[in-house]
C-alpha cells in the first residue's frame, strides 16, 4: 500500500497526540516520564498536544494519509518561545508528573546545537502498523524535504531509533549519550546537509522490533 504523507490540519492536532502516546507508551523512557501505567496515556497524550500545537506555529507536523504515523518537527533558525502558558498547561497536563517532563525539557535544551537547525521532535507510528515501512516513509519525506531547505537536522532518539536514523542520513555522536534514569537511554543525532544515509547492509540494526519514537 502507498502512504501519501500531507501537512496535518489543525483540526487532527488531537489525533497526532495520540497517535504519538500510543507509540510511545510501551518505551522505557514513558514509564521513566508516567510511573503511574494507569495514568500513563492519557497524560503522555495531554503533554504531546502541547507540542503539536507548538509545533503547527513554529515547524511543521507531517501525517500518513491514514493518520497512523506521524513527524513533529521545528523550524530553529532563531531560539523558540515556549508553548503557550506552558507551565500551567503542563502541570494540568501531567500533574505529579510534570517535574519529569521538565527534565526531558532541560536535557533536550542542553544537547540541542546553538546553531540553526532542523529539530525532528519525533517520528511515531501506531503499533499496530509498526514494521510496516511507514517510518522509512516518512523518514524519506523528511530527507526531501532537508535536501530542499539545505538545513542540517538534529534529534533525540532511542537505541532503537538509530537504524533508520542513520539510513537517512544521521550520525550518532556517542559522546553526549543521556541517560536520564536506569534503563532510559537517549542518543543525539545529527544530519547535515545533503548528507547521505547508510545502506540497509552497513547500518546499525536496533536490538528491538519496536518502532522507534523520538524526542
Same mark, same amino acid.
Given at each position: 500500500?502507498?502512504?501519501?504523507?500531507?501537512?496535518?490540519?489543525?483540526?487532527?492536532?488531537?489525533?497526532?497526540?495520540?497517535?504519538?502516546?500510543?507509540?510511545?507508551?510501551?518505551?522505557?523512557?514513558?514509564?521513566?516520564?508516567?510511573?503511574?501505567?494507569?495514568?500513563?496515556?492519557?497524560?503522555?497524550?495531554?503533554?504531546?498536544?502541547?507540542?503539536?500545537?507548538?509545533?503547527?506555529?513554529?515547524?511543521?507536523?507531517?501525517?500518513?494519509?491514514?493518520?497512523?504515523?506521524?513527524?513533529?518537527?521545528?523550524?530553529?533558525?532563531?531560539? !523558540?518561545?515556549?508553548?503557550? #502558558?506552558? =507551565?500551567?498547561? *503542563?502541570? %494540568?497536563?501531567?500533574?505529579?508528573? +510534570?517535574?519529569?517532563?521538565?527534565?526531558?525539557?532541560?536535557?533536550?535544551?542542553?544537547?540541542?546545537?546553538?546553531?540553526?537547525?532542523?529539530?525532528?521532535?519525533?517520528?511515531?507510528?501506531?503499533?499496530?502498523?509498526?514494521?510496516?515501512?511507514?517510518?522509512?516513509?516518512?523518514?524519506?519525506?523528511?530527507?526531501?524535504?532537508?535536501? !530542499?531547505?539545505?538545513?542540517? #537536522?538534529? =534529534?533525540?532518539? *532511542?537505541? %532503537?531509533?538509530?537504524?533508520?536514523? +542513520?539510513?537517512?542520513?544521521?550520525?550518532?555522536?556517542?559522546?553526549?549519550?543521556?541517560?536520564?534514569?536506569?534503563?532510559?537511554?537517549?542518543?543525539?543525532?545529527?544530519?547535515?546537509?545533503?548528507?547521505?544515509?547508510?545502506?540497509?547492509?552497513?547500518?546499525?540494526?536496533?536490538?528491538?522490533?519496536?518502532?522507534?519514537?523520538?524526542?
Amino acid at each position: 500500500m502507498t502512504h501519501r504523507i500531507r501537512a496535518a490540519r489543525w483540526v487532527e492536532k488531537e489525533h497526532v497526540a495520540a497517535v504519538i502516546a500510543e507509540a510511545l507508551q510501551p518505551t522505557p523512557i514513558a514509564a521513566w516520564l508516567v510511573p503511574d501505567q494507569e495514568q500513563r496515556g492519557r497524560v503522555l497524550t495531554d503533554v504531546a498536544a502541547i507540542w503539536v500545537e507548538h509545533a503547527m506555529f513554529y515547524g511543521d507536523v507531517h501525517v500518513t494519509s491514514d493518520l497512523t504515523a506521524a513527524t513533529v518537527c521545528f523550524h530553529r533558525y532563531r531560539p !523558540l518561545p515556549p508553548p503557550a #502558558s506552558y =507551565t500551567t498547561r *503542563l502541570a %494540568t497536563a501531567a500533574g505529579p508528573h +510534570a517535574d519529569n517532563f521538565l527534565a526531558l525539557d532541560d536535557i533536550i535544551a542542553s544537547r540541542q546545537p546553538t546553531e540553526a537547525h532542523y529539530h525532528l521532535a519525533c517520528l511515531a507510528v501506531r503499533p499496530p502498523h509498526q514494521r510496516t515501512g511507514l517510518g522509512r516513509t516518512l523518514m524519506h519525506h523528511l530527507r526531501s524535504r532537508l535536501d !530542499l531547505i539545505e538545513l542540517p #537536522s538534529w =534529534t533525540l532518539t *532511542l537505541p %532503537t531509533g538509530r537504524h533508520l536514523l +542513520a539510513q537517512a542520513g544521521y550520525t550518532a555522536d556517542h559522546h553526549a549519550i543521556v541517560r536520564p534514569a536506569d534503563g532510559v537511554t537517549l542518543q543525539p543525532m545529527t544530519r547535515r546537509c545533503g548528507q547521505r544515509g547508510e545502506t540497509a547492509t552497513t547500518a546499525h540494526r536496533p536490538t528491538s522490533s519496536r518502532q522507534n519514537f523520538r524526542v
